[in-house]
């Protein structure tokens, strides 16, 4: 026994160690080793490998004489923060990380058992593809990852980090992920590459320009995050895994109260300027409704004009979605819909309540949206927060004009709670606006028309848009003093902790993607 002890342990030390020949050729390019990179992500001591002596059982093209163990993916459980996870780390030093039959079978394995213990499922990706040699094989593989991807959606939190190449069918794992990670310079996310791209359209593209993270972080909307490094990388997944809830099941992880419901902030009547058509930085007024002015921004580079973030408010874990003034005026478009109504169904599927912070001027004007499909990327966000049973709170800073104002969680689609600034103006446009389509005749025939129109527009707004027409009638329950704002929203979320509402049955609703 003692024998067969020293041989296996052997075996299990010299399967970690790897080729040190292929070890060094990964540093060089900049990359931490898959275990390293488990070590960098869980809980130290923790984590639990399965499967670490599979080998592949392919036949011809020399395979046969290739069979190292793990496969090129080492598969397991750990910890983060003491919560269980369950993981995968593609090895880039076996067969260059590619995917065939036992490799798959083995990502399977422990998606399975993520999702049936409701632990959270993580995969570190760098990978060349699909093993060529292993044919439908692989892509047999890729199909039951992708099954699972659905079937585990919303039921457990996914992550998928990008660390390396991630060509062909892999890039549909990624982009079916609850969040997708990547890393500059190194990361590489496309489904077909730079030569094939060549070959069939004559244009050559870099790797980078192709499906590089600042592609997919900016342009695409596929990367959530985008770091410098793989250790702020993986800092963040796990900052992340803190946010959200083992399972549909759970409640998001919180922390001690921090007597939020009686803090005032003066710094919020000083950020908001009282004119509408002024810019501010959204995130400042984020920074003081939060814990700590910390919170976790997703999809920062993409659709600025939108803010999506996870913080906590008096310990508790939300998601906060908020126009960005600073950008294009935090007007509304087909990027900003389709960001906004992806975290707003997110956070529905895991219970994460929501705080909607609204300065809106409307959707984005111009052929070029509507041809886009600006109606049907707004239905989605419309659908997502109609949608939506958690406890929502919507807070109207300033303007919220027309078809935005509805779209952006008000009482008529199911806010549980609307509060509003004094500075509120809430109407189908704003007062110049409506008064040059309501008055269009007074004003051409008017021998001063500048005067009329002054005269008109305070007409308008003392009569419509004053700051408590909208409480007046019931669409908003309070109109609050700005320094107020976080005691306000606060109290909302402790009121509306245990809210319950059961869907009418159905298969599923048809989004109009």
């Not at 980090?161 to 794992?173: E, K, M, N, T």
């Not at 580079?301 to 906590?312: D, G, K, T």
Request: charge should be negative.
């Amino acid at each position: 026994m003692n024998r067969l002890r020293e041989e296996h342990e052997r075996l299990r030390e010299k399967v970690a160690e790897g080729s040190a020949q292929a070890v060094a050729r990964q540093r060089a390019l900049g990359k931490r080793t898959a275990r390293e990179r488990l070590e960098l992500l869980l809980d130290e001591g923790s984590f639990l490998e399965l499967d670490m002596l599979r080998r592949h059982r392919a036949q011809g093209l020399g395979m046969e004489r290739q069979r190292p163990h793990t496969d090129g993916v080492i598969a397991g459980s750990g910890t983060i923060d003491g919560r269980r996870v369950f993981v995968y780390a593609q090895d880039f030093t076996v067969f260059g990380g590619s995917l065939g039959e036992a490799h798959a079978l083995k990502i399977q394995k422990v998606m399975d058992l993520a999702l049936s213990t409701g632990s959270p499922f993580i995969g570190l990706n760098d990978s060349g593809g699909a093993r060529i040699q292993e044919g439908v094989m692989s892509l047999n593989g890729y199909g039951g990852i992708f099954q699972r991807n659905v079937a585990a959606s919303g039921v457990i939190p996914q992550i998928s980090v990008v660390l390396g190449p991630c060509a062909g069918g892999a890039a549909y794992s990624a982009a079916l992920a609850d969040f997708t990670f990547m890393v500059q310079d190194t990361a590489q996310l496309y489904l077909t590459g730079p030569d094939v791209v060549e070959a069939v359209t004559g244009e050559r593209v870099s790797h980078a320009q192709l499906g590089g993270a600042q592609v997919h972080g900016a342009r695409s909307g596929l990367a959530a995050f985008v770091h410098d490094d793989e250790e702020s990388c993986l800092a963040d997944v796990r900052y992340l895994v803190s946010m959200l809830p083992s399972n549909n099941m759970s409640r998001p992880p919180a922390l001690p109260a921090r007597g939020a419901a009686d803090d005032v902030r003066p710094r919020l009547a000083e950020i908001v300027p009282v004119e509408p058509n002024k810019p501010y930085d959204m995130r400042q007024v984020l920074a003081e409704l939060v814990d700590d002015g910390d919170y976790l921004e997703v999809h920062r580079a993409w659709a600025p004009n939108v803010i999506c973030a996870f913080a906590r408010i008096d310990g508790e874990v939300v998601g906060v979605v908020g126009n960005q003034p600073m950008v294009l005026a935090g007007v509304l478009d087909v990027a900003a819909s389709q960001k906004a109504a992806r975290f707003v169904r997110m956070c529905d599927a895991f219970g994460i309540p929501l705080v909607t912070l609204v300065d809106v001027p409307g959707f984005l004007p111009g052929t070029e949206q509507e041809h886009a499909g600006a109606i049907r990327h707004g239905a989605k966000l419309l659908y997502a927060y109609c949608e939506a049973t958690v406890p929502r709170i919507q807070v109207i800073l300033r303007k919220a004009y027309g078809g935005a104002y509805i779209v952006m969680d008000s009482r008529s689609i199911g806010a549980d709670l609307s509060l509003a600034w004094p500075t509120n103006e809430i109407a189908v446009m704003g007062a110049e606006g409506a008064v040059n389509v309501i008055y269009r005749r007074e004003l051409a025939a008017a021998s001063d028309p500048g005067m009329l129109r002054a005269d008109l527009v305070a007409r308008y707004t003392s009569e419509l848009v004053h700051p408590t027409y909208a409480a007046e009638r019931g669409l908003v329950d309070d109109v609050i003093d700005p320094v107020e704002t976080r005691s306000a929203v606060a109290r909302g979320l402790a009121m509306l902790r245990d809210k319950r509402k059961h869907a009418t049955p159905r298969k599923h609703g048809n989004v109009p993607l």
